[in-house]
T-cell receptor
Framework: DTGVSQNPRHKITKRGQNVTFRCDPI?????LYWYRQTLGQGPEFLTY????????KSRLLSDRFSAERPKGSFSTLEIQRTEQGDSAMYLC??????????????FGPGTRLTVL | QKEVEQNSGPLSVPEGAIASLNCTYS??????FFWYRQYSGKSPELIMF????GDKEDGRFTAQLNKASQYVSLLIRDSQPSDSATYLC????????????FGAGTRLFVKA
């Protein structure tokens, strides 16, 4: 296993289009996280999953953003009706989720979205 | 007030010096604290975590935590040019299982 993978690595789209990103976590990691990062800022939490259950999400995900992890393995993040302000790096991370142990997250390479 | 605050820098230190990076957080219920390094155009990579007051050392890196002051720091000894990166402080309300809040990061330059 080579770590968290994300596809595509780059996406250019026109305003108003829908886009979907995929994240494959490290195998046997039961927690999966999505973040958004813009230049000069730290990663901004979007949502996280414990297996297939979406346990917490930011207010961003109540509108045009949605995420799924249907079988508790890979996850998808969809952005509907993209806006120029959605241009950012979308990062996925996974963690083992071992009860009682400090849970450390490992990040994928990210998907860079450019909305024209 | 931001939930996690860091000086944006840049912090510039000469090669071989000690670099000191600081972070404050607002949620007193925070329990675990992480330092990540991020090179330009790359994703964050974990350096170390800490959850008990005091110091934790790992090679050239030492994390320091003071929960009463809501302060966490990272010291890098014998700084190398390859340490030049953005250092992100991250805070979690538990040992996991809650959202993690990141600071905006401090840019570090180590001059050869």
């Amino acid at each position: 296993d080579t770590g968290v993978s994300q596809n595509p690595r780059h996406k250019i789209t026109k305003r108003g289009q829908n886009v979907t990103f995929r994240c494959d976590p490290i195998s046997e990691h039961n927690r999966l996280y999505w973040y958004r990062q813009t230049l000069g800022q730290g990663p901004e939490f979007l949502t996280y999953f414990q297996n297939e259950a979406q346990l917490e999400k930011s207010r961003l995900l109540s509108d045009r953003f949605s995420a799924e992890r249907p079988k508790g393995s890979f996850s998808t993040l969809e952005i509907q009706r993209t806006e120029q302000g959605d241009s950012a790096m979308y990062l996925c991370a996974s963690s083992p989720g071992i009860a009682g142990a400090t849970d450390t997250q490992y990040f994928g390479p990210g998907t860079r979205l450019t909305v024209l | 007030q931001k939930e996690v605050e860091q000086n944006s820098g840049p912090l510039s230190v000469p090669e071989g010096a000690i670099a000191s990076l600081n972070c404050t957080y607002s949620d007193r219920g925070s329990q675990s604290f992480f330092w990540y390094r991020q090179y330009s155009g790359k994703s964050p990579e974990l350096i170390m975590f800490i959850y008990s007051n005091g110091d934790k050392e790992d090679g050239r890196f030492t994390a320091q935590l003071n929960k009463a002051s809501q302060y966490v720091s990272l010291l890098i000894r014998d700084s190398q040019p390859s340490d030049s990166a953005t250092y992100l402080c991250a805070v979690n309300r538990g040992t996991g299982g809650f959202k993690t809040i990141f600071g905006a990061g401090t840019r570090l330059f180590v001059k050869a």
